[in-house]
Every structure is written in structure tokens, then in C-alpha cells.
């Protein structure tokens, strides 16, 4: 049964760095790609970031390109989302998922907030 647990989010101000972590347990982690997602206040769930198990194959949305930095550590089971030079619109709950190579079943995590102050 995979887990998920991401962390590091906050309250910052714009223009801040911060990373988000993102690890699982009970899954092959090397096998599965991660997805990051957020949800602004008010508005539909946006997919940010993509990574496959090798790190060979990295994707961003047009809204966190040149600014979001994705990135994984399979001996730790742990993706980390670097975010620099954020902005009020970056604020929402942010989520890690694993989903296996081939398809299947995406886990998600409980998320984790960050809130950018202008």
C-alpha cells in the first residue's frame, strides 16, 4: 500500500525560494513517475510538474517553467519540488503523486500549503 507525505510548505513573501518534499513509502519508487499538482483558493486543480523514476523525462506547465525546479533522490524515496521567485498566485495547496510507469493507480498525498504574501 503506498503512502505519500509531502512537507515543506509555508507562508512566505514574494520572491521567496522554497522546496516542497515529497516522500513515499511501500512502492517500488524508482518505478513510478511523480506528478505535482496545486489548487488554488476557488479555482480547479492544475498539474505543475511531471518526473519519470530514471529522471529522464521532466515536464512543467507554462505557469512554473524557468521558475520550478523538479527533482528526485530514488535511494530516499523522496521527490522535491524547488520553487524559486514566488509569487501571490503560487498560493494554494500543493500535492505529490506516484503513479507506476505503465499506468495504474495514482497515490496521492495529503498536500501541503504555501501561502505567498505580496
Known amino acids: 500500500q503506498g503512502r505519500i507525505v509531502e512537507s515543506g510548505g509555508g507562508l512566505v513573501q514574494s520572491g521567496a525560494s522554497l522546496r516542497l518534499s515529497c516522500v513515499v513509502s511501500?512502492?517500488?519508487?524508482?518505478?513510478?513517475?511523480v506528478r505535482w499538482y496545486r489548487q488554488a483558493p476557488g479555482k480547479e486543480r492544475e498539474r505543475i510538474s511531471r518526473i519519470n523514476g530514471p529522471s529522464t523525462y521532466i515536464h512543467y506547465s507554462d505557469s512554473v517553467k524557468g521558475r520550478f525546479t523538479v527533482s528526485r533522490d530514488n535511494a530516499k524515496n523522496t521527490a522535491y519540488l524547488h520553487m524559486d521567485n514566488l509569487q501571490p498566485e503560487d498560493t494554494g495547496d500543493y500535492y505529490c503523486?506516484?503513479?507506476?510507469?505503465?499506468?495504474?493507480?495514482?497515490?496521492w498525498g495529503q498536500g501541503t500549503q504555501v501561502t505567498v504574501s505580496s
Open positions: 511501500g512502492l517500488t519508487f524508482q518505478e513510478f513517475d
Open positions: 503523486t506516484a503513479q507506476h510507469r505503465i499506468g495504474g493507480h495514482e497515490y
